[in-house]
């Protein structure tokens, strides 16, 4: 596995919290955690974050000043309320009202436990009143801005974004301190898109995530910085089928699988009914953390391989990548990826953002060593933590 720096930037969200499981419980260390508005409001998908890294076990920072984390805590922020520009809209019909509808076994909000989770980032002077921080991304920016000076400013690890939600709280970081993020972000994953050939989930064209902040993706798609798109060209392949279900309730069944498969029966059935999935639902999500994990689970098979059923697998490919953020425009929220044809062959540029091709484009997944990744990590989550009752 890879030692990486994770910080997942998300709104769980069904498929989020499985991301966020496969963060904690890899050989990555989730440095910390931001919730956006996007399958709920902020202050609900902010709530789930520290209920679930509550009930995963995660460890808590040293304080909100802690950028070294020794300690290896995982620090927690509430980003953006409302996209950049467009009017806020969330995905109830998918995740429930509050985010993680029919989700059994986490702590409440008003426990203890999460109640320090959700001030453990946070100046003191903040924790007033209430049991949420404000809803503002400026604690997340002011943290960011500290955590990436004292990384790059200590030769630390680049540090590998993952957006699973819309990508406001990214596209603001790469706005406020460009230099900072070209110099201490690795690479921006998102959790977003579908590219020509594959039909949206919110319009013909549209991928949920982009279409809450096309703006926002726009902004990223034009910095020069690393990005990688798991689009739904992609995250459709990865079916959380009765199989794998049976296998995660194989006995012993720990509180940590009873949960983890009550977020997949809900997903599942809410797939079945809004979009008519019948083997169960896409994990979405867990396929960008895996890409950062395990890239080679999303090589592309390649022909020209020596022999009868030889192989050759190669990475997958950068692709010039736009999106549409045109009010009106049916193709609202589209991402519009240039794949080279016979006829316009691929173009030979380097860098990243404006100037080319500016997106990696997940095309394929490894199913099989999919799961096996993932209940890795669920074996490992029972040995090591084991879930919090509360
Ligand atoms: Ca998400």
Not at 198 to 203: L, M, V
Request: aromatic share 8%.
């Amino acid at each position: 596995m890879s030692g990486k720096a994770i910080w997942l930037d998300c709104d769980p969200g069904h498929d989020d919290a499985l991301a966020l499981l496969l963060a904690l419980f890899s050989s990555a260390h989730l440095v910390g955690c931001s919730a956006v508005g996007g399958n709920a409001p902020v202050q609900a998908t902010f709530a789930n974050a520290a209920r679930l890294l509550t009930f995963y076990g995660a460890k808590l920072p040293d304080g909100p000043q802690d950028v070294a984390l020794a300690k290896g805590g995982t620090h927690l922020f509430m980003g953006s309320e409302l996209p950049l520009i467009k009017a806020a809209r969330f995905d109830p019909g998918i995740h429930g009202d509050d985010g993680l509808g029919g989700v059994v076994g986490l702590p409440e909000l008003e426990s203890e436990h999460v109640q320090q989770r959700v001030w453990a980032s946070y100046p003191p002077v903040v924790r007033s009143q209430g049991q949420l921080p404000p809803a503002t991304p400026g604690y997340l920016l002011r943290y960011w801005s500290d955590l990436l000076s004292y990384r790059i400013e200590h030769n630390l690890p680049k540090l590998t974004l993952v957006a699973t939600g819309s990508m406001t709280n990214v596209a603001l970081l790469l706005k406020a301190f460009p230099d900072l993020a070209e110099q201490g972000v690795e690479e921006v994953v998102i959790m977003g898109g579908a590219p020509p050939g594959t039909r949206g989930n919110r319009g013909a064209l549209a991928e949920f995530n982009i279409l809450v902040d096309p703006e926002a993706a726009a902004i990223l798609f034009n910095h020069p910085i690393r990005v990688t798109m798991a689009g739904l060209n992609v995250t459709h392949q990865a079916i959380f089928r009765p199989d794998l279900l049976k296998r995660l309730l194989t006995p012993p069944v720990s509180p940590l699988r009873k949960t983890l498969a009550s977020i997949l029966t809900f997903f599942a059935d809410t797939y079945r009914t809004e979009f008519g999935f019948q083997e169960g639902p896409p994990v979405h999500d867990l396929l960008a953390v895996a890409w950062v994990l395990q890239p080679e689970i999303f090589f592309n098979e390649e022909a020209g391989g020596e022999g009868e059923g030889k192989q050759r697998f190669a990475p997958p490919r950068a692709y010039e990548t736009r999106v549409e953020c045109a009010d009106g425009s049916l193709a609202l929220g589209a991402t519009v990826v240039d794949f080279p044809t016979s006829t316009a062959p691929e173009k030979v540029t380097t860098g990243w953002g404006r100037e080319g091709p500016n997106v990696v484009v997940l095309e394929s997944v490894a199913t099989d060593r999919l799961w096996e990744l993932f209940f890795q990590c669920v074996e490992r989550a029972d040995e090591e933590k084991g879930p919090r009752d509360e």
